[in-house]
């Protein structure tokens, strides 16, 4: 199993910034992907806003990219998404999510985190 802690959400002005983290542990092996989805309103499908693997590969949904930086440190199974110039459509529960691998070659178990609320208004 592995647990996954996020922080950083808050309530912040249009054009305001914040730094969600997500802190992985326990039964570790290789978390390949790290990313973060959001879901607004409740019950919609989560959206994939970015990834990124062990290898610094990243990827981007078309709304963020050039507002927010997705950035992970391999030594402490941490990721964090830098979001820049928030727009009040960026309003959602923002959620990590990890891929670990037990053979490096095949597809891993994927890990969810409790969510955490990101609120951009004025």
């Known amino acids: 199993q592995v647990q996954l802690v996020e922080s950083g959400g808050g309530l912040v002005q249009p054009g305001g910034s914040l730094r969600l983290s997500c802190a992985a542990s326990?039964?570790?092996?290789?978390?390949?992907?790290m990313g973060w989805y959001r879901q607004a309103p409740p019950g919609n499908q989560r959206e994939l806003v970015a990834h990124i693997t062990d290898g610094g590969i990243t990827n981007y949904a078309y709304s963020v990219k050039g507002r927010f930086t997705i950035s992970r440190d391999n030594a402490k199974n941490t990721m964090y998404l830098q979001m820049n110039n928030l727009k009040p459509e960026d309003t959602a529960v923002y959620y990590c999510?990890?891929?670990?691998?037990?053979?490096?070659?095949?597809?891993?178990?994927?890990?969810w985190g409790q969510g955490t609320q990101v609120t951009v208004s004025s």
């Open positions: 326990g039964s570790i092996f290789r978390l390949y992907i």
């Open positions: 999510n990890v891929e670990n691998r037990a053979v490096p070659v095949l597809p891993g178990r994927h890990y």
